[in-house]
């Protein structure tokens, strides 16, 4: 985020609705008091967020109203900052040691900064992902994510891979767009004999290969930076984009949303160059695009038949997790609605 334009000193005496005007009307406050209270102040000022009423609205107008909503939440608690020392400790009262976290998503600081609360307890729970990990059965063991690679909470996408029939052949699979390595590792232990797993972000390249270690597959998959393919033919090259086609608002989005589909429409045209014979693209997609009118099942349909492919067969699975069934989310009809889907693909016979 941008540095505010103004910055007040506060701390333990001040009131939560003076805190939340201060904020909305673009003035941060440089917190001096003790660690605890900040929280519970941010806190109280997310629940006078809370209180303003939601307008109803249903698909392309429901998404714009809610990124607006997010984009505003995140204006008002980001203006909540905190001091850092230059080892990325806090010195305050009753503050917990950060330095493992904001080291891990910050690299070495050389000196002294400030940071918003909200963003570093996002890094303390980016850390604790990567410190515990997720268990994720059909790579036979957890997958560990870094801060700043998507991590595989949703099981349909890997689901489908662990389930969806393999090609004859099986001696090479690439894996475009690995983040935290969870596809090529179910390919691996599905009897792929050799994975290619390709990133542009270097964080990811780290996390993947981090996470091949860990599950003893490094000798399986090779992870190489590269934007989309690698070079040669597979019998099988799987992608799952990011699934929403809109301008993501921090680095952090970029694993969830895909500015104009670029790589969803890189991945389609360049996907029958890089088949062998014989080999099939799975494409790992999501409709909850389709339901919010950011994207239309016959537009997807067409960037297939562009690259020259045909559709073998597409199988579905409904998400399972809670926000499809929560009634209160602003997108709770695109949500109930969404299908993902493994699309089998395979070049057009010439």
């Known amino acids: 985020m941008a540095p505010p334009k103004r910055v007040v000193v506060a701390d333990d005496t001040i009131k939560a609705d003076d805190a ?9 406050l440089l917190w001096r008091g003790d660690f605890q209270n900040a929280r519970q102040l941010l806190q109280a000022m997310a629940r006078r967020i809370e209180r303003k009423p939601r307008r109803s609205a249903a698909g392309t107008e429901a998404w714009n109203l809610h990124r607006l909503a997010q984009s505003q939440r ?11 020392d230059a080892d990325h400790g806090v010195p305050l009262r009753r503050a917990p040691d950060v330095r493992q976290a904001c080291l891990e998503a910050y690299g070495a600081a050389d000196a002294p900064y400030v940071a918003s609360l909200r963003e570093l307890l996002g890094l303390i729970g980016a850390h604790e992902w990567r410190k515990k990990g997720i268990a994720i059965a059909a790579a036979g063991g957890s997958i560990h994510p870094h801060y700043g690679v998507f991590a595989p909470v949703r099981s349909e996408y890997v689901d489908l891979v662990a389930t969806a029939p393999l090609p004859a052949a099986r001696e090479l699979a ?26 542009l972000d270097p964080r990811a390249l780290d996390c993947a290969r981090e996470n091949m270690a860990r599950l003893g597959l490094s000798a ?5 930076a590269a934007d989309l393919f690698p070079a040669g033919r597979a019998s099988l090259v799987v992608c799952n984009p990011p699934w929403v086609p809109a301008r993501p608002s921090s680095q952090l989005e970029h694993a969830v949303f895909d500015p104009d589909s670029r790589m969803l429409r890189g991945f ?12 099939e693209g799975w494409l790992l997609l999501s409709d909850f695009a389709e339901h919010l009118g950011l994207r239309t099942r016959a537009e997807l349909l067409a960037l297939i038949a562009a690259g020259g492919l045909r559709v073998v067969d597409c199988i579905d699975l409904r ?4 926000r499809a069934d929560d009634a209160d989310d602003p997108l709770h009809a695109a ?15 010439r």
């Not at 399986?220 to 190489?224: H, K, S, T």
């Not at 998400?319 to 809670?322: F, L, V």
């Open 220 to 224: 399986q998959v090779e992870v190489v």
């Open 268 to 279: 389609l045209a360049g996907l029958a160059a890089h088949l062998a014979p014989d080999g």
């Open 20 to 28: 939340y005007r201060l904020a909305c009307e673009g003035t941060a």
């Open 174 to 199: 690439f894996d475009i767009g690995t983040g935290t390595g969870v596809l090529a590792a179910v390919l691996a232990r599905r009897g792929i004999a050799r994975i290619v797993a390709t990133d």
């Open 335 to 349: 949500r109930a609605a969404e299908v993902t889907s493994l699309w089998r693909l395979a070049p057009l016979p």
């Open 319 to 322: 998400p399972r997790h809670p």
């Open 74 to 84: 995140a204006r008002i608690l980001g203006m909540l900052l905190l001091p850092f």
